[in-house]
T-cell receptor
Framework: GQQVMQIPQYQHVQEGEDFTTYCNSSTTLSNIQWYKQRPGGHPVFLIQLVKSGEVKKQKRLTFQFGEAKKNSSLHITATQTTDVGTYFC???????????FGTGTRLTIIP | EPEVTQTPSHQVTQMGQEVILRCVPISNHLYFYWYRQILGQKVEFLVSFYNNEISEKSEIFDDQFSVERPDGSNFTLKIRSTKLEDSAMYFCASLRGGRPRTDTQYFGPGTRLTVL
């Protein structure tokens, strides 16, 4: 079955440093979605990428979808303590079907 | 802004007991999902539901699990005879579908199920 892996599993950064998490799928995705889960919370939708090579920005967050639609990345510039949480990518063969979540990257910020 | 709601927030049960987890999806949404997350692990798909029937289910969703939309607003997940390994956070999600097409699934706050 489809597998979605993320690296790194954990990332500790000093506040103000940049952070990147990488997502790789074993199969081609129709779209990739990114979610953030705060400790003790539920996944909160951040963004969806649909087109091959697409790049989207949300303030300090930059999301990229690979040309082959099998990988994606999330980059945070100048991290803040509010960025703490686990970032999951999720994708599937079609938008209305199940989401296969990545393994997640847990980001902690050192003040 | 409309939200997916789930009750209860925490359910403690004895092994072998039946539990029903409840969800109220966003009112104009057409697709409904259950996911679970064992502590410290990733979110795993359980089942998707559309037009009053299951559209897809995972290997986890065996005969002990069932889903129902008993009325126009609730979406429930039943576990007939709970096992210790069913302890997890269970998330309900809904998706509008329709036109214009949206593929965003909105997650509820979850129900933490603890099986003793």
């Amino acid at each position: 079955g489809q597998q979605v892996m993320q690296i790194p599993q954990y990332q500790h950064v000093q506040e103000g440093e940049d952070f990147t998490t990488y997502c790789n799928s074993s199969t081609t995705l129709s779209n990739i979605q990114w979610y953030k889960q705060r400790p003790g919370g539920h996944p909160v939708f951040l963004i969806q990428l649909v087109k091959s090579g697409e790049v989207k920005k949300q303030k300090r967050l930059t999301f990229q979808f690979g040309e082959a639609k099998k990988n994606s990345s999330l980059h945070i510039t100048a991290t803040q303590t509010t960025d703490v949480g686990t970032y999951f990518c999720a994708g599937g063969p079609a938008g209305n079907e199940k989401l296969t979540f990545g393994t997640g990257t847990r980001l902690t910020i050192i003040p | 802004e409309p939200e997916v709601t789930q009750t209860p927030s925490h359910q403690v049960t004895q092994m072998g007991q039946e539990v029903i987890l409840r969800c109220v999806p966003i009112s104009n949404h057409l697709y409904f999902y259950w996911y679970r997350q064992i502590l410290g692990q990733k979110v795993e798909f359980l089942v998707s539901f559309y037009n009053n029937e299951i559209s897809e289910k995972s290997e986890i969703f065996d005969d002990q699990f069932s889903v129902e939309r008993p009325d126009g607003s609730n979406f429930t997940l039943k576990i007939r005879s709970t096992k210790l390994e069913d302890s997890a956070m269970y998330f309900c999600a809904s998706l509008r579908g329709g036109r214009p097409r949206t593929d965003t699934q909105y997650f509820g706050p979850g129900t933490r199920l603890t099986v003793l």
